[in-house]
């Protein structure tokens, strides 16, 4: 069976993220559908391609033909790869889409010293989230010598092992050339999804929304709202009927807007059903003024049978970074002050209402959030203006 998954591509920005993705995803065997074409595209996922699995030899492969072997492959994955931004200052947008993910790729470039902040910071953001299936591609080594990779490489694997990641594979690659790419294919081949998740109920986290309709169309060939992101878990199809939250503010309140899916596209084409592991555009029945430029991103959307709380306060058992808590932020979390909240696809402002042990109360300002008790909370403390990774917390209240 071919299971669907999305994997981040994390790194500093200058680490040549784009040139490693254009050889993992082998352009010239990308596979173009025409769907793609008629005005649903995601435009969250920046690439997208097929691992096989070799029917002989077992190895993972970009086509139909084993690299290694020669024989033939089976498809085993549908990969879709979304972008994090290397800016230090858009941590909290990458978390949005992060819990969409099962895997990532870090990037480390052998001509710099590691680790470079950015890529701290988004190890940080990699184990708050829980990502298991990870592995380190490290480029650029064809601008050093080979003493300068070897000391890289040593530095690579003392940031990872500070951090509790021992085992995790280093691949040094030469993108441009394709070299050592099939070895990061297999180590990407390897990683694990959680099937369980396909079983829960639906909750879909929009990162982008669109009108895709061009101005000046009759109302009678209107498009509805597209939304677009993944499903965290659970399973959505065409025809099924849903509930956005937070939906519309209207006289001073949020409203949640319930709607019907009439399409929905995959990097890969239609879909009659999407689970976990895949960018999806979902067109809906909104009204398309609703969704556009954005105005939806952050929103959950789930069935109408199991409805998410949907408060302006929440309580949550809170573990900050305890060394950034010491050295950056230089105290604990106090009353009053002000946070920036990820949770799930939402990215809101809250005022901290009470401090003991553990437990942390937060006020979100003038906003709303749909979770479910158990959902992961995360914060961010301003620091010098820039709203930096603190630590997080399950929601239970
Ligand atoms: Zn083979």
Known sequence: MVEDIIIDVVGSFADGKTTLVRALANESTLRHSEER???ITIRLGYAHFFICKCNKCGAF???EKCETCGQKATPHFRVSIIDSPGHRTLMTIMLGGASLVSGAVLVIAANQKCPQPQTEEHLEAIK???VKNLVVAQTKVDLVGAERARQNYKEIKEFLSKNGFNDMKIIPVFSINDIN???LIQEIGKFTVDEEKSNEKPEMLVV????VNKPGTEISKLSGGVLGGGLKEGELGVGDKVTIYPGIFIK???????TEIIQIQSEFGQEQKAGP???IGVKTKLDPSL???DSLAGSLVTSNEAPPNFKNKIAITYSPLAEKEKNVFKKQLQKNEVVLLNVLAAKVLGTVSSVSNDKVGITLNNSYLPYYTGDKAIISRKVENVWVLAGSGTIYD
């Open 291 to 293: 969704s556009r430029r």
């Open 181 to 183: 790419i099939i070895e």
């Open 252 to 258: 001073n309140s949020w409203k949640p807007v319930n």
């Open 128 to 130: 708050i989230i829980g």
């Open 37 to 39: 074409k008629r005005g």
């Open 277 to 279: 592991g895949l960018t």
């Open 208 to 211: 982008r929304s669109f009108d």
């Open 61 to 63: 492969s970009r086509n």
